[in-house]
């Protein structure tokens, strides 16, 4: 059965989008010609709306430039999945550079992904959740961490973001994720928490529940 390689964490810090995406294809490159081995990124990014490749993404940009500017916050296409997202301070970004060839199942991975962040919110008290035909996780209806990967011979880029105490008013510049206001609202730890933890004890938990899940999701085919 093969064993999953030991899982590197390294922090960025404070980062601009078009910075950290350069970076993430660099790793990539570097994890497909076998030069590092699988590495959980984290970072924490400046205020930006990232549009994703699904149809229909950009109409999801409520603000105009005008509104943007003096709001501070930049607008970036890329080529994760999923449809329009709010990055920004207050975030928690989690860039996993992972091999999966021996799984070839992003929707497994996706699964492991959410996995990860419900048991990590369970240690903070929170009954996170899946939501049939709904990307992310969420607390009832108040979504609370998005989810959009890439990969590139199935090494896996992109990844999550959990709003830990974002401004959450930033989110009224889009229709985050595609889901209008009647499925749902977006949510932090901040917002359901009256002691909410520091960015920094959440990645402590995010790495450690994801180091703890990886062998089994990489064993799943023997």
Same mark, same amino acid.
């Given at each position: 059965m093969?064993?999953?390689? $030991?899982?590197?964490?390294?922090d960025?810090?404070?980062? /601009?989008?078009?910075?950290?995406?350069?970076?993430? =294809? &660099?790793?990539?490159?570097?994890?497909i010609?076998?030069?590092?081995?699988?590495?959980?990124?984290? +970072?924490e990014?400046?205020?930006?709306?990232?549009?994703? #490749?699904?149809?229909?993404?950009? /109409?999801?940009?409520?603000? $105009?430039?005008a509104?943007?500017?003096a709001?501070?916050?930049?607008?970036? &296409?890329? %080529?994760?999945?999923?449809?329009?997202t709010?990055?920004?301070?207050?975030q928690v970004? !989690?860039?996993p550079?992972m091999?999966?060839?021996?799984?070839k199942?992003?929707?497994?991975?996706?699964?492991?992904?959410e996995?990860? #962040?419900?048991?990590?919110?369970? %240690?903070?008290g929170?009954?996170?959740?899946?939501r &049939?035909?709904l990307?992310?996780?969420?607390?009832?209806?108040? =979504?609370?961490?998005?989810?959009?990967?890439?990969?590139?011979?199935?090494v +896996?880029?992109? !990844?999550?973001?959990? %709003?830990?105490?974002?401004?959450?008013?930033?989110?009224?510049?889009?229709?985050?994720?595609?889901?209008?206001n +009647? &499925?749902?609202?977006?949510?932090?730890?901040?917002?359901?928490?009256?002691?909410?933890?520091?960015t920094?004890?959440?990645?402590?938990v995010l790495?450690?529940?994801?180091?703890s899940?990886?062998?089994?999701? #990489? %064993?799943?085919? !023997?």
């Amino acid at each position: 059965m093969k064993q999953p390689s $030991d899982i590197s964490v390294q922090d960025w810090g404070r980062t /601009a989008y078009a910075e950290a995406f350069e970076r993430q =294809k &660099e790793q990539v490159q570097i994890r497909i010609d076998g030069e590092a081995g699988d590495t959980l990124i984290f +970072t924490e990014h400046d205020a930006v709306y990232t549009i994703g #490749m699904r149809a229909g993404s950009a /109409a999801h940009l409520l603000w $105009d430039p005008a509104k943007l500017a003096a709001q501070g916050i930049t607008v970036a &296409e890329t %080529n994760r999945g999923g449809d329009i997202t709010y990055h920004g301070p207050g975030q928690v970004v !989690g860039y996993p550079i992972m091999d999966i060839s021996a799984v070839k199942d992003l929707h497994a991975y996706l699964r492991f992904l959410e996995e990860v #962040m419900i048991r990590a919110l369970g %240690n903070f008290g929170l009954a996170a959740a899946r939501r &049939e035909g709904l990307t992310g996780i969420w607390l009832g209806q108040r =979504k609370v961490a998005a989810i959009g990967v890439a990969v590139r011979r199935w090494v +896996t880029y992109h !990844g999550f973001a959990l %709003n830990v105490a974002p401004d959450l008013a930033h989110f009224d510049g889009i229709v985050p994720c595609g889901i209008a206001n +009647t &499925e749902g609202t977006v949510t932090s730890l901040a917002q359901e928490l009256s002691d909410p933890p520091s960015t920094d004890t959440v990645q402590t938990v995010l790495a450690q529940e994801f180091q703890s899940l990886w062998p089994g999701f #990489m %064993n799943r085919v !023997g």
